[in-house]
Nanobody
Framework: VRLVESGGGSVQPGGSLRLTCEVS????????MSWVRQVPGKSLEWVSG???????YYADSVKGRFTTSRDNAKNTLYLQLNSLRPEDTAMYYC?????????RGRGTQVTVTS
């Protein structure tokens, strides 16, 4: 099982990024997945989850601004981040679980600063 996140970067408030999570060793559509984020010194924060039926859920803090999608043919999960705020700055991980407690990749850093 391997997950590789990419697409992070540094943007100004109001900007956008698209994060990518390429998975291997399992079929993306066969189970739940999630995006989580972490700021140094703070606990992991759940951002979004896709359940086994493909239903997508969001944390209140990102609802309406972030969009999760997946391309089953490419075995890839995406997180579109719009209207970014400084408080969105964190390391973002995808996880092979709905809660974020499963296997994660190394993460991709998102920094929102003016």
């Amino acid at each position: 099982v391997r997950l590789v996140e990419s697409g992070g970067g540094s943007v100004q408030p109001g900007g956008s990024l698209r994060l990518t999570c390429e998975v291997s060793g399992f079929t993306l559509s066969s189970g739940a997945m999630s995006w989580v984020r972490q700021v140094p010194g703070k606990s992991l924060e759940w951002v979004s989850g896709v359940d086994r039926d493909g239903n997508i859920y969001y944390a209140d803090s990102v609802k309406g601004r972030f969009t999760t999608s997946r391309d089953n043919a490419k075995n890839t999960l995406y997180l579109q981040l719009n209207s970014l705020r400084p408080e969105d700055t964190a390391m973002y991980y995808c996880s092979k679980s709905f809660t974020g407690a499963g296997v994660r990749g190394r993460g991709t850093q998102v920094t929102v600063t003016s």
